[in-house]
């Protein structure tokens, strides 16, 4: 089994920035490819980034591309979400997600998701 935390959700006004950690912990040889999904009230559970085992990979959703970064410390066991320019719109629980995996059909990146979740944080953009 893997365990995840989250940790580094709040408020922070629109324009500012956030940093997310998931940290791993159980049967890390488990994690393989991570990613951040989010969920906003009414709204269905997107994926928001990815990142491939090692970390030479990645994938973004559009609506983040150029403002966020995922990036990890496989040292610490842990994940990172960096968010810049916050808008409204990326309110949401934010969750870390592990044992997936990032690949490329020749055409796109897809992530296909793992079976192990944290608990969320919650990231609340607004003046």
């Known amino acids: 089994q893997v365990q995840l935390v989250e940790s580094g959700g709040g408020l922070v006004q629109p324009g500012g920035s956030l940093k997310l950690s998931c940290a791993a912990s159980g049967s890390i040889f488990k994690i393989n490819a991570m990613g951040w999904y989010r969920q906003a009230p009414g709204k269905q559970r997107e994926l928001v980034a990815a990142?491939?085992?090692?970390?030479?990979?990645?994938n973004y959703a559009d609506s983040v591309k150029g403002r966020f970064t995922i990036s990890r410390d496989d040292a610490k066991n842990t994940v990172y979400l960096q968010m810049n320019s916050l808008i409204a719109e990326d309110t949401a629980v934010y969750y870390c997600?592990?044992?997936?995996?990032?690949?490329?059909?020749?055409?796109?990146?897809?992530?296909?998701?793992?079976?192990?979740w944290g608990q969320g944080t919650q990231v609340t953009v607004s003046s």
């Open positions: 997600n592990a044992g997936g995996e990032l690949g490329n059909n020749g055409r796109s990146w897809y992530y296909r998701e793992g079976n192990y």
């Open positions: 990142i491939s085992s090692g970390g030479r990979n990645t």
